[in-house]
């Protein structure tokens, strides 16, 4: 294949899907990242983009969505053949400078010159690891191999915390050029009036997102527990809520909207790469009640109270213990805002344009090992 002569401006191919927190992260790089003189064509797969998704991308950039599958909505490894080819051919049509796959699979079978960044979000193997304790089951184990490939083929493989980086080389192993870029957040730093009311935002079908606990322990919350988010997924998966408030799946403007007014944010996660929802809700100043997971600890510790998320009597505990006491609630709202501040977009858009720096304009003394 022969790549097109480079423009002055660089253009990057991202892929995008419309279920989960990509979205969310590649409209905000982008969003940052576009002032440093770059191009963004978001490559969709997966379920269609609601129309509000579909605006905003078209203004940060052009959106393509293909025919093709996520690989954790397929049965087999064959149902993912086309998706690399696909985004090749797409890759060498519109001109692009440099594919970011927002999944490692995507970049096993690829057949391209141009430099390709994975980023590993989650995957299935880890999920496995972190929300059951055991290795994918049999009719999975292909995951285990599509995503070594794509990690070993990228140019370099990004994560966004070390912990989720710990985890993906106990699953397949050590991965030379991986290195960590800690998500971030647009949402502004705001400290408005709060209201006597918890929140908490997620994908509650996903297991991961341990809303079953949640659920139970809102049955003995002093203030009302409000829980965002859709509880169908797109596989049929059912999380019935039966004590909080179930909001249902609520525009982003409209949850940021409730975490400028809610006073506790809880997130009981047993999987979580890096958690934006937590990010989000430290920079509307509220304090925060964690799952005592590796994540977490690593983010928010010293800023947050952490709770064992399989145990929603201690999930309740921590929560009232921040309803009683306004002091310790003020003043861990106060510190998970100061936290957040570490996680600026300056911050991840520097980290990102130094990495395509180095992949465009190749310099073999810029990898070093990043991960202890």
Not at 11 to 25: E, H, N, P
Not at 85 to 112: C, K
Not at 317 to 326: F, G, H
């Amino acid at each position: 294949m022969t790549i097109p002569k480079r423009s002055a401006t660089f253009r990057i191919l991202m892929t995008v899907d419309a279920v989960g927190g990509v979205w969310r992260y590649a409209m905000d790089l982008a969003t940052s990242l576009r002032p440093r003189g770059y191009e963004f064509l978001f490559v969709g797969l997966g379920p269609q983009p609601s129309d509000y998704q579909k605006r905003e991308a078209s203004e940060l950039g052009r959106l393509r969505w293909l025919d093709a599958p996520l690989d954790w909505m397929v049965k087999s490894e064959d149902e993912l053949s086309l998706v690399g080819p696909e985004i090749a051919e797409l890759a060498h049509a519109e001109a692009v400078d440099l594919l970011h796959l927002n999944l490692p699979s995507q970049a096993a079978a690829i057949d391209t010159e141009l430099p390709v960044i994975v980023m590993s979000h989650s995957c299935v193997v880890t999920w496995f690891a972190g929300v059951r304790g055991e290795a994918v089951p049999v009719e999975w184990q292909w995951h285990n191999s599509v995503n070594r490939c794509g990690l070993i083929r990228a140019d370099l493989a990004l994560v966004p915390s070390r912990s989720h980086g710990r985890m993906l080389e106990d699953a397949y192993g050590a991965i030379d050029k991986l290195h960590v870029v800690y998500n971030a957040s647009r949402s502004k730093e705001r400290n408005e009036a709060k209201d006597t009311l918890v929140l908490a935002a997620a994908r509650w079908w996903d297991d991961g997102k341990n809303g079953r606990v949640l659920d139970e322990a809102a049955a003995s919350t002093s203030w009302p527990l409000k829980m965002a988010g859709p509880n169908t997924g797109p596989d049929g998966q059912m999380l019935p809520i039966r004590h909080a408030e179930d909001l249902g799946e609520l525009s982003h403007a409209d949850v940021m909207a409730l975490m400028r007014r809610s006073s506790i944010f809880v997130s009981p996660s047993v999987y979580e790469p890096f958690g934006l929802a937590a990010l989000e809700a430290a920079r509307a100043y509220n304090a925060l009640v964690l799952s005592d997971i590796a994540t977490y600890r690593e983010l928010w510790e010293g800023a947050a109270l952490f709770a064992d998320p399989s145990d929603a009597a201690a999930l309740a505990a921590a929560i009232n213990r921040l309803c009683r006491d306004s002091d310790l609630r003020t003043q861990l709202a106060a510190k998970a805002a100061e936290r957040s501040r570490r996680f600026a977009p300056t911050f991840q858009a520097e980290a990102m344009a130094g990495h395509y720096a180095g992949l465009l304009h190749p310099d073999p003394t810029f990898f070093a090992a990043e991960l202890p």
